[in-house]
DNA sequence: CATCACTTCTGCGAAATCCGCACACTCTGG
DNA sequence: CCAGAGTGTGCGGATTTCGCAGAAGTGATG
């Protein structure tokens, strides 16, 4: 007895992901509900998947290897990392002159850089560090951001305490 | 063979987690090892990891679940939302007068809200919410976050592109 | 409409992994 | 010196993963 996700799937989409006009995949509800189970728990058995999901074992690994394949989601461990001890972290917001792109391309290559998003408001880009100490997160934020060209001024963040960290989307 | 990441763990430290006076667990080189294979792929069988850290499978495996369960890691699938096609996606920043502590947890409340963090700086919080759309991202700032007693004013950013996303703090 | 290329799902064994458990070892506190 | 807590190891049995062959649906082509 299959739970039946998708009531018949008849003929509304044939591919489970395609391009779209940006790129990037678009996914089925079935593949939806895979992440979802996913992100509950991402050692999850791919038959429990399967059965909640209304697919195959192999069905599941499947679409699973492929969703890591094209990069659209990640099986990972996740941690707090003051939490975990050491370092320092900050949100620093940028703001730009010229090529926003480019800029968060340098940002993406640096290895402090966890996280960069384009945004729109008062800044550019919001980069998130992860630094081993003060003074190097000075270094990063000062040597580093400040110095690439373009960069027209920086606003830091420095973390006190992470309060929530989830990876719920979809599940309510 | 193992290949020793802990050259001797003689007598530096007789617990793999205890408590600190913070109330958050202190972990040692191995327990930081074992998140930091999780943390390139969520999936790693016990074995693998347990040579690589030089522990046996159970061993690994009960360290693994102790920091599950005390909330120091998790493991789960991560996406990009905007990727993966629908939702409007943002990050605010808050001032509050009187306890953040408070109005973080009030955040932490909301399903929209993914990521709390208190700050130093021009911010007292950063929030990052994900939404349906437009209309449902208006409502959660306007409506529900600048209602709460005690935030004196937001500033949002909304996302145009994530570029960046990692989980490897320590792999470097 | 027949056929080919392509994609995705299913069903299997075989191999590998996970899981629970008994037991050993090491501290620590009575 | 003897509990008792915390951690590690080894070992089967149950479960899961993995690879592969075959079936079925789709789209393009002649």
Redesign the interface.
């Known amino acids: 007895m299959h739970s039946d996700v998708v009531a018949s799937r008849s003929a509304d989409q044939r591919d489970s992901s395609r391009e779209s006009r940006n790129g990037?995949?678009?996914?089925d509800a079935v593949s939806?509900a895979i992440?979802q189970q996913?992100?509950?728990?991402?050692?999850r058995p791919y038959a429990a998947i399967g059965k909640a999901v209304g697919l195959s074992e192999a069905a599941v690994r499947q679409r699973v290897q492929k969703l890591l394949d094209q990069g659209?989601?990640?099986?990972?461990?996740?941690?707090d990392?003051l939490?975990?001890?050491f370092?320092r972290q900050?949100?620093v917001?940028i703001n730009v002159e010229g090529d926003v792109e480019s800029i968060?391309?340098a940002?993406?290559a640096m290895?402090e850089?966890?996280?960069?998003?384009?945004?729109?408001?008062?800044?550019d880009i919001?980069a998130e560090i992860?630094c081993e100490d003060d003074d190097h997160l000075l270094d990063v934020i000062n040597k580093r951001i400040r110095a690439l060209p373009g960069v027209r001024s920086t606003?830091?963040?420095?973390?006190?305490?992470?309060?929530?960290?989830?990876?719920?989307?979809g599940t309510?």
């Open positions: 990037t995949p678009t996914l939806l992440i996913l992100q509950e728990d991402g050692r659209v989601m990640q099986i990972v461990a996740v941690t990392p939490t975990v001890g370092r900050a949100m917001g968060a391309d940002l993406t290895s850089v966890e996280y960069v998003v384009m945004t729109a408001g008062s800044f919001l992860v606003e830091s963040f420095v973390y006190l305490k992470l309060k929530k960290q989830t990876y719920m989307w309510r």
